[in-house]
Nanobody
Framework: QVQLAESGGGLVQPGGSLRLSCAAS??????????MSWHRQAPGKERELVAA?????????NYADSVKGRFTISRTNAGRTIYLQMNSLKPEDTAVYYC??????????WGQGTQVTVSS
C-alpha cells in the first residue's frame, strides 16, 4: 500500500519562502511511477495542479503559470521523495497542498495534505 507523507507547511508572510516535502513509501509503485506532483486546493475552489516531475529523463518538470519562476519542484536521486521550494509567496498561494503519485499502471495515490497560509 503506497503512502505519501507531506510536511513543511505553515504560516509565512507575503514574500517569504517555504519548502514542502513528500516522502513515498510502501508498494512497488513508489519505485515504478510515472509522475509525482503537487496540487493545491483553496477554500471554495477546485483542486489544481501546481507542479509535476517525471521519474525519468532526469526529472522533466511542469508548472502552473501562476507559480512559474517562484516555485521549484525537485526529487531525490532515488525518486521517492519530492520537494516543492516556494519563494516569493503571495496570499493567493494560501491553500492545502497535496502530493500525488501516478503509477505506471495509472493508479493514483494522494497524501493527506499540508496547510500553507500566506498572511501578514
Amino acid at each position: 500500500q503506497v503512502q505519501l507523507a507531506e510536511s513543511g507547511g505553515g504560516l509565512v508572510q507575503p514574500g517569504g519562502s517555504l519548502r514542502l516535502s513528500c516522502a513515498a513509501s510502501g508498494g512497488s509503485e513508489t519505485f515504478n511511477y510515472n509522475v509525482m506532483s503537487w496540487h493545491r486546493q483553496a477554500p471554495g475552489k477546485e483542486r489544481e495542479l501546481v507542479a509535476a516531475i517525471s521519474s525519468i529523463g532526469g526529472g522533466i518538470t511542469n508548472y502552473a503559470d501562476s507559480v512559474k519562476g517562484r516555485f521549484t519542484i525537485s526529487r531525490t536521486n532515488a525518486g521517492r521523495t519530492i520537494y516543492l521550494q516556494m519563494n516569493s509567496l503571495k496570499p493567493e498561494d494560501t491553500a492545502v497542498y497535496y502530493c500525488k503519485l501516478r503509477s505506471t499502471s495509472s493508479l493514483e495515490y494522494w497524501g493527506q495534505g499540508t496547510q500553507v497560509t500566506v498572511s501578514s
